[in-house]
Nanobody, 124 residues
Framework: QVQLVESGGGLVQAGGSLRLSCAVS????????MGWFRQAPGKEREFVAG????????YYADSVKGRFTISRDNAKNTVYLQMNSLEPEDTAVYYC?????????????????WGQGTQVTVSS
C-alpha cells in the first residue's frame, strides 16, 4: 500500500507563493507517475500538473501554466508543487496522487493513490 501526505498549504495574499510537498511512503516510489489536483468548494476535482517517473516530462493545466512548477526528488520519495503569482481563483484543497505507471495522467480515475489534501487559500 502507498501512503501520500501533503504539506505546505496555507493562507497567502494574491501575488504570493507557496510550495506544496507530497511525501510518499509504504512502497517504493520507483516507477510511479505523479500528479497534483485541486478541488474548490462546489466544483469537481481538476488536474493541475503531472510529472513522469524520470522527471523527463511534465504537463500543466492551462490555468496554471507559467505560474506553477511540478518537480520530484526520487531519492526523497517526494514530489513538489511550486506555486507563484497566486490568484484568488487558485483557492482550493490540493491533492497529490500517484499511479503505478511511469507516466503521468490528467484524469482522476487514472490514479491509484491519493493524499488527504492540503488547503490553499489566496486572499485578494
Amino acid at each position: 500500500q502507498v501512503q501520500l501526505v501533503e504539506s505546505g498549504g496555507g493562507l497567502v495574499q494574491a501575488g504570493g507563493s507557496l510550495r506544496l510537498s507530497c511525501a510518499v511512503s509504504g512502497r517504493t516510489f520507483s516507477g510511479y507517475g505523479m500528479g497534483w489536483f485541486r478541488q474548490a468548494p462546489g466544483k469537481e476535482r481538476e488536474f493541475v500538473a503531472g510529472i513522469s517517473w524520470s522527471s523527463g516530462s511534465s504537463y500543466y493545466a492551462d490555468s496554471v501554466k507559467g505560474r506553477f512548477t511540478i518537480s520530484r526528488d526520487n531519492a526523497k520519495n517526494t514530489v513538489y508543487l511550486q506555486m507563484n503569482s497566486l490568484e484568488p481563483e487558485d483557492t482550493a484543497v490540493y491533492y497529490c496522487a500517484a499511479r503505478s505507471r511511469t507516466y503521468y495522467a490528467t484524469r482522476v480515475e487514472n490514479y491509484d493513490y491519493w493524499g488527504q489534501g492540503t488547503q490553499v487559500t489566496v486572499s485578494s
